[in-house]
């Protein structure tokens, strides 16, 4: 019988295949440009082609693609055989450096933000040596970069490898102060915690706006939802863990260290979460992962739900990004040690953070805003909009002391007492986990807890590796050259806490008095996309960005103009799809039963006049009532969509969609549900929320 360990990584190309399949020379050739950023010599690329081609094909793949990551927010890929025909009419297998280093696929219809014209269709693919290619089904992936004719970007991998490579100049810059010299780089890792739905897929395909948009635009509340938290980490039912073990396997032959499966709080929710990877790689992982969470679920007759918010009145999904940074030589540099306090270099690299998010809190949020996320944030099941920071109180408390000058007493470590002998004695940690906060530090990472469960993680780390490359990039200006360092250190130290405490906040999230306070720390407040999407162009948001070779002013501009537009979409979208199922299905569906309970009434008062119809004449009555609401509002909801089309600005247009549509597709859905609750079952056209929720057994 095989075990994990058998056929874990099979289908990819790592560095155990690249040892036994490449020379001593290419493979050590290749391992400068992977760890080293080395140029690549075309021999190399041809020796790694000729040999990725053979392992490919000794799995059953005929085809090869460079998968690159557009900026659509999923994954593209166009397939190539590997056949090349043979003078005698057969065939063979050939495969080349030059098309392995190098794609071009039709850029013209991918999102370009304004940075080419529809009838400029080049565009190129390169390959990315970090991030290892694999097989899925019968086809050889590539991960790649993908840029336009004239080198701007057009995905999200490149900038995310830019801003990696800046974080980790400035972070050489700042150990070298400390007398480190044997560290060759530093990397930042990710482990993205990635939760998601399971409904029937019979259930499902009968409700157009899941199919549309991904999210039920009606539904009443269920009798039951998650109050009484029996979901959560409970018993994982025999359908959805049949499920998760073939996705486990799917996962782990494709190299990704799935590690962790719960049911999450909301009924039918559920978290997969992995061990940390470079961010590059997670990066990648994680977009094959909800491709392949979507495909195994299929198999089980299930749809895997991505959406930030599917079902109203109970969670939404998140995606929690742990964020680290390490160097090469496997120290994390986010590990306070025994002693932080006396921990120099850990509190420098901890107050560059806390500078970064304080600074470009307005990124940050930016990073992780659609419509979808929209509904989540703030919600009692997220973090707020607003940005701060958890320390928990020890770390709080020697911050504290370093900028009022004063000892550290310190605290030391306690054993947990439960009040049972039998039970094993541990060490209580220092502080406690704050499950409020949208940026956690939880004991040697930060835990980023705004992101949306459909997201693309690279866009958070984008944000955040540049912002903290800015934080150290400033520290090492100014210490660089001072006569007196260990000084210098501490009282830069000292003022960065004393600058930036505004951010941190470790009491609960949730609470309305919180978001108070925080406006008046003056802390940012974005609600909605489009309240913080025009901030991505700010002069210092664009001259930081642009400092550190992440973007260009060219390129945010474009990624400006494209994440407002995909808002637009959306929203425009479940708002034609709630007009399409209210005319054509809720206000049918509730006209029908009126006349059955008028038929009723009818013959009622024929064979029994001397009993009542009041309870009939009431539920006609309101239901009537709300079929004129529901009509009044459809009507009112077609009418601002179509004056839509009224705007040549993209940002006056998504303010639009904002303050016009999404109140009236509220007021559409409100008067629709309550008509739900009113309706019997047989005549409601789509399941219900507890259909969807508890359907799954």
């Known amino acids: 019988m095989q075990t994990v360990s058998d056929y874990f990584g099979s289908m990819v190309f790592d560095d155990r295949v690249m040892r036994a399949t490449l020379s001593a020379d290419v493979y050590r050739s290749l391992k400068r440009t992977i760890d080293r950023g080395a140029q690549l010599d075309i021999s190399v690329a041809n020796a790694v082609a000729n040999a990725m081609k053979d392992w490919a094909v000794a799995h059953g793949a005929t085809h090869y693609t460079h998968w690159f990551q557009p900026l659509t927010g999923i994954t593209a890929e166009k397939h190539d055989s590997f056949i090349t025909p043979a003078p005698d009419g057969s065939v063979i297998m050939e495969f080349s450096g030059k098309e392995l280093i190098k794609g071009e696929p039709d850029a013209s219809s991918f999102p370009s933000g304004g940075l080419r014209a529809t009838f400029e269709a080049r565009g190129y693919t390169a390959w990315d040596p970090t991030s290892y290619a694999f097989i899925k089904g019968k086809t050889l992936c590539i991960p790649t970069a993908f840029c336009s004719y004239g080198g701007e970007a057009l995905d999200k991998k490149t900038p995310l490898l830019r801003s990696m490579e800046a974080l980790n100049r400035q972070a050489l810059r700042i150990l070298r102060l400390f007398g480190n010299t044997g560290v060759k780089c530093v990397r930042t890792s990710v482990g993205p915690e990635q939760e998601y739905f399971l409904i029937d897929k019979e259930m499902y395909d009968k409700r157009k706006d899941l199919i549309y948009t991904g999210r039920t635009l009606f539904g009443a509340k269920s009798p039951k939802g998650q109050e009484l938290d029996d979901h959560y980490f409970g018993v994982i039912k025999p359908r959805v863990e049949a499920y998760m073990a073939d996705l486990n396997e799917e996962l782990w032959k494709l190299g990704v260290l799935a590690k962790t499966e719960h049911n999450e709080v909301a009924p039918a929710q559920h978290e997969l979460a992995p061990i940390y990877s470079t961010t590059n790689i997670a990066t990648d992982h994680n977009q094959l992962t909800m491709e392949i969470m979507q495909k195994v679920a299929s198999r089980h007759g299930l749809v895997c739900l991505l959406h930030e918010k599917p079902f109203a009145g109970v969670n939404g999904s998140g995606k929690h990004n742990n964020w680290s940074m390490a160097t090469d030589k496997g120290v994390n540099l986010l590990t306070p040690g025994e002693t932080p306090y006396e921990n120099a270099q850990f509190l420098l690299f901890l107050c560059a953070v806390l500078k970064a998010v304080d600074d470009y809190q307005d990124l940050l949020r930016i990073a992780v805003a659609t419509a979808g996320n929209d509904h989540r944030l703030g919600a009692n099941e997220a973090p707020p909009a607003v940005l701060s920071v958890f320390l928990g109180d020890e770390l709080t408390a020697v911050l504290d002391a370093i900028e009022n000058d004063k000892p550290y007493s310190g605290k030391k470590k306690t054993q947990l007492k439960l009040g049972v002998d039998v039970l094993p004695l541990f060490q ?270």
């Open 428 to 697: 209580k940690d220092t502080t406690d986990r704050n499950r409020t906060s949208p940026f956690a530090f939880t004991g040697n990472k930060f835990e980023f807890r705004m992101l949306g469960s459909s997201n693309s993680i690279a866009c958070a780390n984008i944000m955040l590796n540049a912002a903290v490359a800015e934080s150290l990039k400033q520290y090492a200006d100014r210490l660089e050259g001072v006569e007196d360092f260990n000084t210098a250190l501490h009282l830069m130290i000292k003022k960065t806490i004393k600058d930036h405490k505004r951010i941190i906040f470790n009491g609960n999230g949730y609470d309305e008095a919180w978001i108070k306070e925080a406006e008046r720390r003056g802390l940012s407040n974005y609600r909605t996309t489009p309240d913080c999407m025009p901030h991505l162009l700010d002069k210092k948001n664009v001259d930081m960005l642009v400092s550190h070779g992440v973007y260009s002013e060219t390129e945010l501009r474009s990624r400006c103009d494209i994440m407002l537009d995909n808002y637009c979409k959306a929203v425009l979208i479940e708002a034609e799809t709630m007009v399409d199922m209210a005319e054509r299905q809720m206000i049918p569906a509730i006209e029908k039963y009126v006349s059955e309970i008028c038929k009723t009434a009818i013959l009622k008062k024929n064979f029994a006049p001397d009993i009542s119809c009041d309870y009939e004449h009431g539920l006609v009555k309101s239901l009537s009532q709300s079929i004129e609401r529901a009509a009044a509002c459809t009507a009112e909801l077609k009418e601002v969509v179509a004056r839509v089309r009224d705007f040549c600005g993209i940002i006056s247009e998504a303010d639009f969609i904002r303050d016009e549509i999404l109140p009236r597709m509220g007021a559409l859905r409100a008067v629709v549900d309550e008509a739900e609750t009113k309706t019997a079952a047989e005549y409601w056209p789509v399941p219900t929320y507890g259909e969807l929720l508890f359907g799954v057994r």
